[in-house]
């Protein structure tokens, strides 16, 4: 078994095994959707799961744009999504 970290996902604290992707981190909390397409906002999240599409994107440390699916969690890293940032 893996060892629990804690990274923070629109500033909740999320607690997941080590080797977990981002987009994997965020389905276990139950968020499935985490941007919206341009014109009808239609919910858009996890798609391939493989990095080929880019549905998953989500800011990780303050880099824009990272493939949620591809990124595995570190210890206190800081995930944004754009539904977060249209709240605020």
Known sequence: MEQPITIS???????VESGTTVA??????????????????????????????????????????QRACMVRVREGQQVVTDAAKERA
């Open 9 to 15: 996902i629109d500033t909740t604290p999320v607690t």
């Open 24 to 65: 994997g981190a965020m389905i276990s909390q139950g968020t499935t959707a985490w941007r919206s397409t341009r014109n009808n906002e239609r919910p858009r999240g996890l798609f391939c799961g493989i990095g080929a599409c880019f549905d998953c994107l989500v800011t990780i440390d303050s880099k824009p744009n």
